[in-house]
Structure formats: C-alpha cells, structure tokens
C-alpha cells in the first residue's frame, strides 16, 4: 500500500487545508483505498477492452493495439503511461473522475502502443478515437488535483476530519 496520511502530521491536500487523521481514521481510509483500487482496476481493464474493441472496428492503417501487462498505480504526478514494452500503467485515483475523463487516459495510452511520442500523429489518432478528448484534457488539468480519496470522501458528505 502506498497510501500515506500519517496520524497527526498534515498531509497534501488541495485546498490549502491540513488535515490531521487518527489512528482509526488512517486505517479506515487505507480499507477504503483498497476498495477504489479494485474498482478502479476493473473499470480501467473494461475500458481498455471497450477501447481495443473499437480501435480495432476502425481498421486505422498501423496502427497497433497490443499490450502486455495493465497495472493500477497510485503515481503523484501522472496519471497514465505507456512503456516501450508495452506495459500500461493508471492511477487508481481516475476512479474519482468523470467517466469520460477515466475514458480519455485510457485512450491516450492505447494511441502510445502506436506512437510513443506526442507527435502530430499521435494527437490526430486520439482525436479519431474519442474527437471531444480536449475538453477532458483540459477538466484533468483543471482538476486533476482534486482526485483524491479524502476530497472524494469529502464531496460525498464524509468527514474524515474529525480531529483536525
Ligand atoms: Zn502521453
């Protein structure tokens, strides 16, 4: 587990507030943290398929939508990426996004086992698989950093700051 809300020390959290958790509190948002990556793992392993499916339907000359593992990761600052091996890699925390946003990463990343740069190219087969991909690109800019277990919590009505 990568989780991290250390009991009594403030944690990085978008709203410029500090957040001090509980012994109790930290393990139950470690429990939940593991449930949204299961969720996340499923939802993110049906859309590749959903997306390979279509890719494939639109006959695109080169193009190639093979890949060999497909890992759900808690990364800081990215939220998906393509190795040259063809290892997929997502953060957990798009489950907390906007499907279509979810949908965008995970097209993104298909169209790198094609082009492994951010060619020209690359962005006009993103755009033939998902046109509107620039508003979710700009939202995942915008937003982005609100993806996180506790703002999530926190828009659902659950306080997880009992001991602030
Ligand atoms: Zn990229």
Redesign the pocket.
């Known amino acids: 587990m990568s989780i991290d809300y250390p009991t009594g020390v403030h944690t990085c959290c978008p709203a410029s507030s500090v957040i001090y958790l509980t012994e109790a509190e930290t393990k139950r948002l470690q429990v939940l943290e593991r449930r949204y990556r299961e969720k996340a793992r499923l939802q993110i392993t049906t859309r590749v398929q959903y997306y390979i499916a279509q890719m494939q339907q639109m006959h695109i000359e080169g193009i190639c939508t093979s890949f060999s593992t497909l890992s759900i990761r808690d990364q800081k600052s990215r939220w998906g990426s393509?190795s040259s091996r063809g290892t997929l890699s997502f953060n957990y925390r798009l489950i907390f996004a906007p499907s279509r946003v979810l949908d965008y990463v995970v097209v993104?990343?298909l169209c790198?086992l094609t082009h492994m740069n951010?060619s020209k190219d690359f962005w006009s087969l993103v755009a033939r698989v998902m046109p509107d991909y620039k508003q979710q690109k700009h939202w995942l800019r915008d937003h982005g950093q609100e993806l996180n277990l506790p703002e999530y919590l926190r828009r659902q009505g659950i306080d997880i700051t009992l001991d602030e």
């Open positions: 393509c993104h990343e790198h951010h």
